[in-house]
């Protein structure tokens, strides 16, 4: 199956610090990545879709400019936290789908555990 | 709006059992719905994918179905192991966008 990795698995930055995940899909191009943040035993919710050569599309309630994303490759994708603050701990997970296999199936990342002290 | 709700929230059961989890939506114009497995601080490995025109698919122990006219899907688990202890994610793809819209999960616990 395809191959989506995150890096770092877990980051503890202070509190006004700013803090870049990566995603990256090992054996193929991806135009379109996700973003996603899972709170402690609640489900995934959808923060952004990130668009290779273009503007990230943000869903409502997502601060654009407190999570960066740039997806200047088509195996790259980074979700920026900037001026992190506690309350921005949480898990956060990529994922991408294969344009080459009819991007029928989401694969995703081991996810960042993000901690903000 | 779509929305996805798991039923039970938790399951726990002994070793060597059947069992069956529930996912729910509430719109049936999806192009697909996928089921995933989350280890605990891990991220998510795909289960299963059903397309919007199939009925159900099978890996292994492994069995997921689809209703779309009444708007649900069963993960169903065969001889249950300790090592499928986790939660189980049901997330719906309503088109194109490749967005999913995820389902809370269950938890399940396999008891020796």
């Known amino acids: 199956g395809a191959v989506v990795s995150q890096h770092p698995s877990r980051v503890i930055c202070k509190s006004g610090t700013s803090v870049k995940i990566e995603c990256r899909s090992l054996?193929?191009?991806?135009?379109?990545m996700f973003w996603y943040r899972q709170f402690p035993k609640k489900s995934l919710m959808l923060m952004a879709t990130s668009n290779e050569g273009s503007k990230a599309t943000y869903e409502q309630g997502v601060e654009k400019d407190k999570f960066l994303i740039n997806h200047a490759s088509l195996t790259l994708s980074t979700l920026t936290v900037t001026s992190a603050h506690p309350e921005d701990s949480s898990f956060y997970i990529c994922s991408a789908s294969r344009p080459d296999r009819g991007n029928t199936e989401a694969f995703f990342g081991q996810g960042t555990r993000l901690t903000v002290v | 709006k779509q929305e996805v709700t798991q039923i039970p929230a938790a399951l726990s059961v002994p070793e060597g059992e059947n069992l069956v989890l529930n996912c729910s939506f509430t719109?049936?114009?999806?192009?697909?719905l996928q089921w995933f497995r989350q280890d605990p601080g891990k991220g998510l490995t795909s289960l299963l994918l059903?397309?919007?025109?199939?009925r159900e698919q099978t890996s292994g122990r492994l069995n997921a179905s689809l209703d779309k006219s009444s708007g649900r899907s069963t993960l169903y688990i065969a001889a249950s192991q300790p090592g499928d202890s986790a939660t189980y994610l049901c997330a719906v793809r309503m088109d194109s966008s490749y967005k999913l819209i995820f389902g809370s999960g269950t938890r399940l616990l396999v008891r020796p």
């Open positions: 054996d193929f191009q991806a135009t379109t």
């Open positions: 719109d049936s114009a999806i192009y697909n």
């Open positions: 059903i397309q919007s025109s199939q």
